[in-house]
C-alpha cells in the first residue's frame, strides 16, 4: 500500500467583515497574501437578529441604531500559518482608515480534514 505524503498542517481562515463596503479591498488583500479560493456570505450578528426578532430583547435595539444591518463573512484554508499572518496584516492595513471601533475579526483554526469534492472522487 503506497504511502501518503504528510501536508503541513493547513487552517481554516475565517474573516468576519463588519465594514461591507470594504469587501472589494478585502479580498484584494486576501489574493495578496496568496489565497486565490474563498467563500463569501453575507451574514448577521446575533446581537441584531435578537433583539429584531425576540420581544425579550426588543430593549437592545437601541444599540444597534446606525449599524450596518449585514456583515460579510469570509472562509478560506490555506496551507501556511505564515500566509494567515501576512493576510491579517494586510486587512489591518485596508481597514486602518475606518473609523468604527468594531471593524470585524480575522481568525484561523486548524484544519483536520480537507477533501476537494469533485467529480471523479479526487482528493486534495
Known amino acids: 500500500m503506497p504511502r ?31 489565497i486565490t479560493t474563498s ?14 426578532d425576540v420581544p425579550i430583547f426588543a430593549g437592545f435595539r437601541h444599540l444597534f441604531a446606525g449599524s450596518k444591518p449585514y456583515n460579510h463573512t ?7 500559518e ?6 491579517a496584516r494586510l486587512v489591518q492595513d485596508v481597514l486602518a482608515e475606518v473609523e468604527e471601533e468594531a471593524k470585524g475579526i480575522l481568525f484561523s483554526v ?11 472522487g479526487d482528493e486534495s
Open 4 to 34: 501518503r505524503r504528510k501536508r503541513a498542517q493547513q487552517s481554516l481562515v475565517i474573516c468576519v467583515l463588519n465594514e461591507p463596503e470594504y469587501l472589494h479591498d478585502v479580498l484584494t488583500a486576501f489574493v495578496e497574501a496568496g
Open 39 to 52: 467563500t463569501v456570505i453575507e451574514s448577521q450578528g446575533m446581537g441584531r437578529i435578537l433583539s429584531q
Open 74 to 80: 469570509i472562509f478560506a484554508v490555506v496551507d501556511d
Open 82 to 87: 505564515a500566509v494567515v499572518d501576512e493576510l
Open 110 to 120: 486548524p484544519v483536520q480534514r480537507y477533501h476537494r469534492l469533485a467529480g471523479n
